[in-house]
């Protein structure tokens, strides 16, 4: 074989492996024009190499998909944890509100039934004026009623959740119905765009008029202090979901209290502004339906919640 | 060998060696997808039924073989296979088939016992190492 034979074949080989380590795996060395008596060509060799680097390219790929999904599956988990915790830590606070409207509720109904023996023994003796501040205690007794009643309905875990159903459109109707004076005479604009024909959902319109109240009120509270005042109710469905929209055009949520906001007792807004619990209830009452809510909030151009909820089947 | 042609796939031809009561799988095409090697599993299954033995020892003569895909690798490797060759030879000759091999055995780990073999009688030797079933 001539130096000329060897040097162009060195040349082919040089221009091969650069092939290859621009990444075109399938690159093969061409047969030789002058094949070596008795040995085997280099081009063997190569094109060994260049398959077991193509295998190798391949199981890289697979792994890096693997671990794509592996990563994705965390998340999911993570995800899943979070909303366990927020579960274990709404039970706790459903055990306590019960203790604690047990609690109230005794000395409530004593507080009661002395007021009316009271009123019984003044209008025996003709005193009727003097039990008119018994009627004031008769209605805070009325008001502390429903505050249990609503603690524990919180607490309570119904069975008959499954036979609730509910029009997204009568329920923000309603709200709109209870706070649209409120808000306008804080300047407030509220709209509504509704689907219409929107079908049933699973959820008790009471339960889903306190979400979208609590909502509201949140929304109230972002706007107030902004120059631009408007809360919008919108309703949307597929065929699965029916969503309720409450976008506001307040303030926002911080990136860093998104992922807190449906936690028991927390809030933003100043001592003695808000509990912490409304979020917190409604994330519960939606949950229990079989729903989501969700936080949407782009820095300060204000808040967008969004309520989804299954669409109630026939046998609802 | 007294080699019988028992069963064909469009990637492979199978012969059942009586005497040895072995089969002889001959890839007949250079590449192999994901396609080819379900085809030639499958027809490794049916000569399996078709002999009624639980599984079979199985030679692959993958000497003209230049390119087997990654789920091809997988396929070959996985649990059906498993299910029906008792134990796989790999028979190589050049450097590109021995890469195949090497890197089969190395990185896919097939679920069966697999040698690879540069001759004949070295395999039939360690198949026989094997049950018949």
Same mark, same amino acid.
């Given at each position: 074989?001539?130096?000329?034979?060897?040097?162009?074949?060195?040349?082919?080989?040089?221009?091969?492996?650069?092939?290859?380590?621009?990444?075109?795996?399938?690159?093969?060395?061409?047969?030789?024009?002058? =094949?070596?008596?008795?040995?085997?060509?280099?081009?063997?060799?190569?094109?060994?190499?260049?398959?077991?680097?193509?295998?190798?390219?391949?199981?890289?790929?697979?792994?890096?998909? @693997?671990?794509?999904?592996?990563?994705?599956?965390?998340?999911?988990?993570?995800?899943?944890?979070?909303? $366990?915790?927020?579960?274990?830590?709404?039970?706790?606070?459903?055990?306590?509100?019960?203790?604690?409207?047990?609690?109230?509720?005794?000395?409530?109904?004593?507080?009661?039934?002395?007021?009316?023996?009271? @009123?019984?023994? $003044?209008?025996?003796?003709?005193?009727?004026?003097?039990?008119?501040? $018994?009627?004031?205690?008769?209605?805070?007794?009325? &008001?502390?009623?429903?505050?249990?009643? &609503?603690?524990?309905?919180?607490?309570?875990? #119904?069975?008959?959740?499954?036979?609730? @159903?509910?029009?997204?459109?009568?329920?923000?109707?309603?709200?709109?119905?209870?706070?649209?004076?409120?808000?306008?005479?804080?300047?407030?604009?509220?709209?509504?765009?509704?689907?219409?024909?929107?079908?049933?959902?699973?959820?008790?319109?009471?339960?889903?008029?306190?979400?979208?109240?609590?909502?509201?009120?949140?929304?109230?509270?972002?706007?107030?202090?902004?120059?631009?005042?408007?809360?919008?109710?919108?309703?949307?469905?597929?065929?699965?979901?029916?969503?309720?929209?409450?976008?506001?055009?307040?303030?926002?949520?911080?990136?860093?209290?998104?992922? @807190?906001?449906?936690?028991?007792?927390?809030?933003?807004? =100043?001592?003695?502004?808000?509990?912490?619990?409304?979020?917190?209830?409604?994330?519960?009452?939606?949950?229990?339906?079989?729903?989501?809510?969700?936080?949407?909030?782009?820095?300060?151009?204000?808040?967008?919640?969004?309520?989804?909820?299954?669409?109630?089947? #026939?046998?609802? | 060998?007294?080699?019988?042609?028992?069963?064909?796939?469009?990637?492979?031809?199978?012969?059942?060696?009586?005497?040895?009561?072995?089969?002889?799988?001959?890839?007949?095409?250079?590449?192999?997808?994901?396609?080819?090697?379900?085809?030639?599993?499958?027809?490794?299954?049916?000569?399996? %039924?078709?002999?009624?033995?639980?599984?079979?020892?199985?030679?692959? %003569?993958?000497?003209?073989?230049?390119?087997?895909?990654?789920?091809?690798?997988?396929?070959?490797?996985?649990?059906?296979? /498993?299910?029906?060759?008792?134990?796989?030879?790999?028979?190589?000759?050049?450097?590109?088939?021995?890469?195949?091999?090497?890197?089969?055995?190395?990185?896919?780990?097939?679920?069966?016992?697999?040698?690879? /073999?540069?001759?004949?009688?070295?395999?039939?030797?360690?198949?026989?190492? /094997?049950? %018949?079933?």
């Amino acid at each position: 074989m001539s130096n000329e034979t060897v040097h162009a074949r060195i040349n082919e080989i040089l221009a091969m492996l650069c092939e290859l380590a621009m990444g075109n795996l399938d690159v093969r060395l061409p047969p030789p024009t002058a =094949p070596p008596p008795g040995a085997e060509d280099v081009s063997t060799a190569i094109d060994g190499i260049t398959v077991g680097l193509n295998m190798f390219a391949e199981e890289l790929q697979a792994t890096l998909i @693997r671990k794509e999904q592996y990563e994705a599956i965390l998340a999911e988990l993570e995800q899943t944890q979070l909303q $366990l915790l927020h579960s274990a830590k709404l039970a706790s606070l459903g055990e306590l509100a019960a203790g604690v409207a047990h609690e109230l509720n005794q000395p409530l109904q004593i507080i009661g039934f002395a007021a009316e023996e009271l @009123r019984e023994s $003044l209008e025996d003796r003709g005193l009727r004026t003097l039990s008119r501040p $018994l009627d004031v205690i008769d209605s805070q007794i009325h &008001r502390g009623a429903g505050v249990i009643g &609503r603690l524990l309905a919180f607490s309570r875990r #119904d069975s008959d959740c499954a036979l609730a @159903r509910a029009d997204l459109n009568e329920v923000i109707e309603e709200a709109v119905a209870i706070l649209g004076g409120q808000l306008a005479t804080q300047d407030i604009e509220i709209r509504t765009e509704l689907t219409p024909g929107l079908p049933p959902v699973a959820g008790r319109s009471n339960e889903l008029l306190q979400v979208l109240t609590n909502l509201v009120i949140n929304a109230r509270d972002a706007v107030k202090s902004q120059p631009e005042r408007r809360i919008e109710l919108r309703s949307v469905a597929d065929e699965r979901y029916a969503c309720l929209e409450v976008i506001d055009t307040g303030t926002g949520i911080a990136d860093e209290d998104r992922p @807190r906001v449906f936690d028991p007792f927390f809030t933003t807004k =100043p001592m003695g502004k808000g509990t912490g619990l409304g979020l917190s209830i409604s994330h519960s009452i939606v949950r229990r339906y079989g729903g989501s809510i969700e936080a949407l909030s782009e820095g300060n151009r204000g808040t967008r919640m969004r309520v989804t909820l299954p669409i109630a089947g #026939d046998d609802d | 060998m007294a080699r019988t042609l028992r069963e064909q796939s469009p990637a492979m031809d199978i012969y059942w060696d009586d005497e040895l009561s072995m089969a002889w799988c001959v890839l007949t095409a250079p590449h192999h997808g994901a396609a080819e090697a379900q085809q030639n599993v499958e027809a490794i299954g049916r000569l399996r %039924d078709s002999l009624g033995k639980k599984k079979v020892r199985v030679i692959i %003569d993958i000497r003209s073989v230049e390119t087997i895909t990654r789920s091809a690798r997988t396929l070959y490797g996985g649990p059906y296979t /498993f299910s029906i060759q008792r134990a796989t030879v790999l028979l190589t000759d050049s450097t590109i088939s021995r890469v195949v091999a090497n890197f089969f055995m190395g990185i896919n780990k097939p679920m069966s016992p697999t040698r690879m /073999f540069t001759e004949v009688e070295g395999a039939v030797a360690w198949l026989d190492e /094997f049950p %018949d079933e």
